[in-house]
């Protein structure tokens, strides 16, 4: 792509710093430095100097940096203003670049040119987003290592063994007077076969990265009484909620941000679950049960010295297919069962006191493992929903082409699946995109990215 137009942005955060950046990249951006600079400074060289109005007035002095087409975040002639980072100084260096042929940037219009310049595909554009977003280190991590490339590589690598098999099964339906079956063939079947533990492992680490980017959204819900807020304090580190021996304290939900080695929770307290006794608690159950129908994890306190009774079954049984469940016997400080997970036929159960922090340790290793979270894997990237999606989509085709070649040998519909892999991973990497799904991409994006 060759833009027409130059853009602008301050691309630091609004408000007051030490140092302020307005970016400009487009055609226009040696005009744009000539002006405000007095001349085009040597590229990839730090520059001090006076950044000068149209009267030849010295709006601010600091550090311009020129990179020239095409090696350049975007892929254009790029130009940053370094000054001081008050408001007033970088609105009086953005309007000077304005008035020089300059635009303002839409959000993400920096990332978006790179893209289309080929600077970067479009997974690892995705990543510059998520990088400034990281809410914790190891999810800062797996986004450089999108932003690297990690994901991208093991996109492409599983793209050209799809191109592969693609070619020889396309080969076999061109040249069918050949006296030898290839679709027939077992390395045919294998290479398939090849494809999908492949697919397996990238939807795997896939899915770890939208754990990291994403979070999970951990419910607290079970009968009054039990030590639910007691448990919430406990993993929040802080006193969140109100802790009585009053059952029904909590009247409403309260949420908590925390981080399990990396993974963000988006913990939520709800009020105990029973026949409500005024409108206020009613809000309260009903609000719960909205909580638990949107959960990740639901973790099910009761009291360790009565057991799971008839309401928390009804409990579990109400809960969503799709969420993972683990019920925490609390207050093991009073009934005198040792910390520790133990797993039945229905459902894992973590005893623990909410009071001494006894098995707490327990509780967060199956915590993790329930989400199919694994700590320190270097390998792991960064991903998003779209990205799951498209990850399903290629394997229901492959498996489907496996299917018609090992029952029916229709190359024809192999092929074709394998076709609608192929243009499935495309939209991880943009090769296969819309203006639409790039507008909502790059739209979130901060201005100035």
Request: some cysteine; glycine content about 10%.
């Amino acid at each position: 792509m060759h833009s027409t137009d130059t853009i602008a942005a301050v691309s630091t955060p609004p408000g007051r710093g030490g140092i302020g950046i307005v970016r400009v990249s487009g055609p226009a951006t040696v005009a744009v430095a000539e002006a405000l600079i007095g001349r085009l400074p040597s590229p990839r060289s730090a520059h001090y100097c006076a950044f000068r109005d149209d009267a030849n007035r010295v709006m601010d002095r600091g550090v311009a940096l020129y990179f020239p087409a095409p090696a350049s975040f975007t892929g254009e002639d790029v130009l940053e203003l370094q000054g001081h980072g008050g408001p007033v100084v970088m609105d009086m260096l953005l309007a000077a670049t304005l008035a020089h042929g300059a635009r303002p940037a839409r959000p993400g219009e920096f990332s978006e040119r790179a893209f289309l310049n080929g600077c970067m595909d479009l997974s690892q554009a995705e990543a510059v987003a998520d990088l400034i977003d990281s809410g914790s280190r190891a999810a800062a991590r797996s986004a450089m290592r999108s932003l690297d490339g990690a994901f991208s590589d093991q996109v492409q690598a599983l793209a050209a063994a799809l191109t592969e098999v693609r070619a020889l099964i396309e080969a076999c339906i061109d040249f069918p007077e050949e006296e030898v079956d290839f679709l027939s063939d077992p390395q045919l079947q294998q290479r398939l076969n090849s494809l999908r533990e492949q697919l397996a492992e990238i939807r795997a680490s896939a899915g770890r990265g939208v754990l990291l980017k994403e979070g999970v959204r951990v419910v607290l819900a079970g009968q009054p009484n039990v030590g639910k807020s007691s448990l919430m304090n406990l993993l929040a580190g802080r006193d969140s909620a109100i802790v009585t021996d009053v059952p029904g304290t909590t009247r409403d939900i309260i949420r908590e941000h925390i981080q399990l080695d990396g993974l963000p929770l988006h913990v939520i307290d709800t009020a105990g679950i029973r026949a409500p006794g005024d409108v206020v608690e009613e809000r309260g159950v009903e609000r719960a049960w909205d909580a638990i129908e949107s959960a990740d994890a639901l973790l099910l306190v009761i009291d360790d010295r009565t057991g799971v009774a008839h309401a928390d079954r009804e409990i579990l049984a109400r809960t969503p297919a799709g969420v993972s469940r683990i019920v925490v016997n609390n207050k093991i400080d009073l009934s005198g069962a040792d910390p520790g997970a133990v797993r039945t036929d229905e459902e894992v159960h973590v005893r623990l006191s909410a009071t001494t922090g006894a098995g707490i340790e327990a509780l967060e290793s199956c915590l993790k493992e329930c989400v199919g979270y694994e700590l320190g894997e270097e390998g792991s990237f960064m991903a998003r929903r779209r990205h799951l999606d498209a990850l399903e989509r290629t394997q229901a085709a492959v498996d489907t082409a496996h299917e018609v070649l090992a029952t029916r040998r229709a190359g024809e519909l192999a092929a074709e699946e394998l076709r609608q892999a192929q243009q499935a991973l495309g939209e991880i990497t943009g090769e296969v995109t819309s203006d639409d799904i790039l507008g909502e991409i790059f739209s979130r994006f901060c201005i100035g990215k």
